[in-house]
């Protein structure tokens, strides 16, 4: 974009824009290209306050769960942006693209659409048939007119392919090369120093992530202390089986924290579980952001068969595959996983995919994709 007017990208998502990594990084690599980010989501009330270089706009709703939500949020950014100085639309996922596509198709602007997930797939709405359609229908409806397109992996991209005949390119949720030069001790951190970390983060600690059978297996296990580090759905279920197995010595829970914050944590695991069941479509195809995280934290990984997982995994040679979701099984592998001559193996091979799995890499899809609309 040299020797072009500055440009005006306006990214809208419907979260708090508080602990969003890959829309963060996303903003960060178009203000490369001589723009002006305008960032839109919603403000919540236990938002954080925000600090980043470049405008941030967070909507306060009547409505934060359900249709009314949807709507509400909807309506709103699409008056909000039919009215804004713009000159590209970025949206961010399927509960964003509505008003995006109606504003670009009025204002005749570019929309570039990035679909984190595979939306229409996500457990949550699989037994909501109303929901799903109408989720459906609006998809349907706009994305075979849509021609910039982005997705999170490529069986999502292919799957997408294949449903609307439209070329969609990948751009993984990857991290930037880590400069963290200094590192808390475990003692700071009030981890045990003298067990074995086993790892789990993210904001999904959720069903048929494999949580909880990964929590039953550190009762055959020792030494070994089990942090998850998040929110979901199954904390209190899982806080629940910590006390019926008495493991309240060998598992540790921390809520959702800051992302440098969460990797001060990650980089003491010896070992970090990414276990999501094949349940559905959208887990069948996921590539979990931690899988990365675990990467650049230098630490190996122990995976279930999730297609695009496994694939990592397999290439670089960095951990295991787990067979089946027994807990004595997962437990097998721990073991292995951490025996030290296999570890060595895995850490020296995860500094190659570390070299090579950076969003600094990934980025050039997004910027090639920008730099088109521009011409």
């Known amino acids: 974009m040299k ?17 969003d990594q890959r829309v963060k990084k996303v903003c960060e690599s178009i203000t490369k290209l001589n723009t002006e ?31 009314l939500f949807y709507a509400e949020y909807n309506i ?40 984190h997930e ?16 109408i989720w459906t229908m609006i998809e349907e409806w706009i994305f075979p007119r849509l021609r910039h397109i982005f997705t999170v992996n490529d069986s999502i991209a292919s799957l997408y392919n294949e449903k609307y005949g439209k070329s969609v390119k990948t751009l993984r949720n990857i991290p930037r090369k880590s400069n963290t030069i200094y590192f808390k001790s475990k003692k ?48 209190p279920k899982l806080k629940k ?6 493991l309240e010595n060998s598992v540790i829970f921390r809520d959702k924290m800051p992302y440098e914050e969460m990797m001060q944590h990650t980089h003491h695991a010896e070992l970090g579980l990414t276990l999501d069941k094949s349940t559905n479509i959208n887990y069948k195809l996921s590539l979990p952001n931690k899988l990365f995280d675990y990467i650049h934290a230098g ?12 694939k990592v995994v397999k290439k670089y040679n960095i951990g295991l595959i787990i067979k089946n979701h027994e807990p004595k099984h997962i437990a097998e592998q721990i073991k292995l996983a951490l025996k ?15 070299r090579e799995l950076n969003w600094e890499h990934e980025e050039q899809t997004l910027i090639e994709v920008y730099k088109v609309i521009e011409k």
């Not at 007017?5 to 998502?13: F, L, N, P, Q, T």
């Not at 089986?241 to 008495?246: A, D, I, M, S, T």
């Open 299 to 310: 630490i190996p990984i122990l995976a279930s068969k999730v297609v695009e997982v496994e």
């Open 37 to 67: 980010i305008l960032l839109i989501g919603r403000l919540l009330p236990e938002s954080k306050k925000l600090e980043l270089p470049y405008t941030c706009i967070r909507m306060k709703l009547l409505f934060n769960h359900g249709p």
């Open 188 to 235: 700071q951190l009030n981890i045990p120093e003298d067990k074995s970390i086993i790892i789990t983060q993210g904001a999904g600690i959720n069903i048929d992530r494999g949580i909880e059978e990964a929590l039953e297996a550190i009762q055959y296990l020792k030494n070994v202390c089990f942090l998850i580090i998040g929110d979901g759905d199954v904390l």
């Open 76 to 115: 709103r950014l699409f008056l909000f942006l039919l009215f804004s100085k713009v000159d590209i639309y970025h949206a961010n996922d399927l509960d964003t693209l509505l008003a995006n596509y109606l504003a670009s198709k009025i204002r005749r602007k570019p929309l570039i659409y990035d679909s």
């Open 118 to 133: 595979y939306f229409t797939g996500v457990p949550e709405i699989q037994n909501r048939k109303i929901v799903k359609k």
């Open 3 to 19: 020797n072009l007017k500055k440009k005006r990208v306006i990214v809208s998502v419907t979260n708090d824009l508080s602990t």
């Open 241 to 246: 089986k910590v006390q019926e197995l008495k």
């Open 340 to 354: 030290s001559n296999l570890k060595t193996e895995f850490e020296s091979n995860i500094k190659k995919a570390a």
